[in-house]
């Protein structure tokens, strides 16, 4: 909560200017019964009636100013608690942004998606409610024990044995819902996950017929919910009533004592009717406290969660840079990796690049290509070995520097709701004519052309207006649009026809002879003109050198070439197969 809080630092003038206006307010609340009691006790019996109405008037004044003063400090309070929430958000955000995939792993989108939400919400409303509660309540029990201990001492001593009873039941609470708003949080966390999956998946679902299915998934993690929230909400449940019984029992006594004190002279009935008139406000502060407090044990909750991300530790440290004299681009060295730490998923790969060269990827799925990738963006620290870029080890690379060279486009990329324009120049400075070479070497130009507006052409999200093929296209567009220097393809000619990768291919070599290019491909005939290509099994390099070598040593290789392309085909130069 500590981390949080400090966000209230930069308020702290204007967290006391609104404490000052609720005070007063709060004050005036307090006079009221005050005068009433005079009234009766005092200015009636003296059967005049204009100081009645002076009387009267100053407690109507009250009464008015306590309703702008209030009104004046909850609108401060709201505007104070809106501003902490939204640096709250935007660091979260920003530090969300920060973190290292692994990073961002073990949090999970879901649940980074929900902390940005409703946690956020959660402490907003908190600090809301602190700022106005929190400073009323306890000037409302103090200052209403001050004046009914001036208007009756004895009566006062009732009402304040009850008042330990009710810390006790406070406290008890707290203590019990703050666990059960944490697991809330979490469940809420599981639901967003499914309506996520949902939304993204929903064509699969329909395809698939499984909508029921979903619905059944969705209802159980909404019941769950359901059940939390119930469980947290018993346990709060029974707070304001035991409070307010407590108070009543108090009240009843007060009561009684009060009506043997006036019959025997030593209380005045007008001190009675105000002792009952604070005696309300007073347990409607207790009852304000206990609310400030089920109100924190949520934000406590939400604010551990918050805390959790802004407070973790940046994981990929910068080395410092060292460059060797090298003859290659591109270098693995002996490079072994792991997710969860505990088995490889990559293992011992070593291959070097030149400036121009192309590496083709090929392998069963889950051998740990798209893994390769990430290690050399940086996505993920390699675990042991070392990749350099020009001789320098990626560790101790500027990251802005890596992704300026570099041009990607992922296996399954997303596709913005924006123009082709947008989409493919990815808020980069790149000129029209750069976008429209991209387009043509992607082989996108003719589709693009054809539509009506061109590179201004409205793509849906998720490219859901365009085909599988022209989604593909337009990736492979954006990650050539800046020219870069090494340029990788993950599996993103798959949805193409063998023409139009072939195409592809030639246009690449042609467009593209100083790119450092690494081709990830299921089809044989998307990497068998690479200058050296990778076989993968279990993260392992099963096989490694060009395709003729490959075709002579390595076992897989050749039957996944001989499936594919039939063995006499497999062995016809690269230009005869498009
Ligand atoms: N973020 C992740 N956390 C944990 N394990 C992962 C993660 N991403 C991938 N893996 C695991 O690492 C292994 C290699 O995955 P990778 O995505 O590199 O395979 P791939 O060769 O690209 O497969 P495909 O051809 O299906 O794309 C798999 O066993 C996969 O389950
Ligand atoms: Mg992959």
Known sequence: MKHVLSYLKPHTWALTRTMIVKFMGSMMDLFIPFILAIIIDDVVPQRQPHLVYLWGGGMALCAGLS??????????????????????????????????????????????VSRLTTDTYNINQFLNRTQRIGVRAPILLIGGLILTSILDARLTLVLALTLPVIALIVFVVTKKSVPLYDRQQQVLDSMVRVMQENIVGVRVIKALGKTRYEQQRFDDVNKNLAEVGRKAGSVVA????????????????????????????????????AFLNYFTIISGAMMGITRIFIMSSKGIASARRIEEVLQMEADQPQLPAHKQQTPWHIAFEDVSFSYNGVENNIS???????????????????????????????????????????????????????????????????????????????????????????LRTAQAEEFVRATADGLLHQVESRGNNLSGGQKQRLLIARALANKPRLLILDDASSALDYRTDA??????????????????????????????ILVLEDGRAIGQGTHDELMRTCDTYR???????????????????G
């Open 238 to 273: 029974a707070s304001n009533p035991l409070s307010s019984l407590t108070l009543n029992l108090g009240l009843a006594v007060v009561v009684l004592v009060g009506a043997y004190t006036v019959n025997s002279g030593l209380s005045r009935p007008g001190s009675i009717i």
């Open 503 to 532: 195409a592809l291919r030639r246009d690449l070599s042609q467009q593209h002879q100083n790119t450092t290019s690494i081709i990830i491909a299921q089809r044989v005939s998307s990497i068998k003109g690479a200058d050296q």
């Open 348 to 438: 011992n790969i070593t291959f070097r690049l030149k400036q121009g060269q192309t590496l083709g990827i090929i392998g069963a799925t889950g051998s740990g290509k798209t893994t390769l990738t990430n290690l050399l963006l940086r996505l993920y620290d390699v675990t042991s070995g070392t990749i350099y870029i020009d001789g320098q080890d990626i560790r101790s690379l500027d990251p802005v520097t890596l992704s300026d060279q570099t041009g990607i486009a992922f296996q399954s990329d997303f596709i913005m709701a924006a123009t082709i324009r947008d989409n493919v120049a990815y808020f980069r400075d790149i000129s029209d004519e750069d976008i429209w070479q991209a």
């Open 559 to 577: 039957d996944i070439a001989q499936v594919q392309m039939g063995a006499r085909q497999a062995d016809v130069p690269e230009q005869e197969v």
């Open 67 to 112: 309703v702008t003063f209030n009104i004046m400090a909850n609108r401060m309070a709201a505007v104070t608690s809106g501003k902490v929430t939204l640096k709250l958000r935007h660091d979260l955000f920003k530090k969300l942004g920060e973190l290292s995939m692994a990073q961002f792993d073990s949090i999970s989108l879901s649940s980074a």
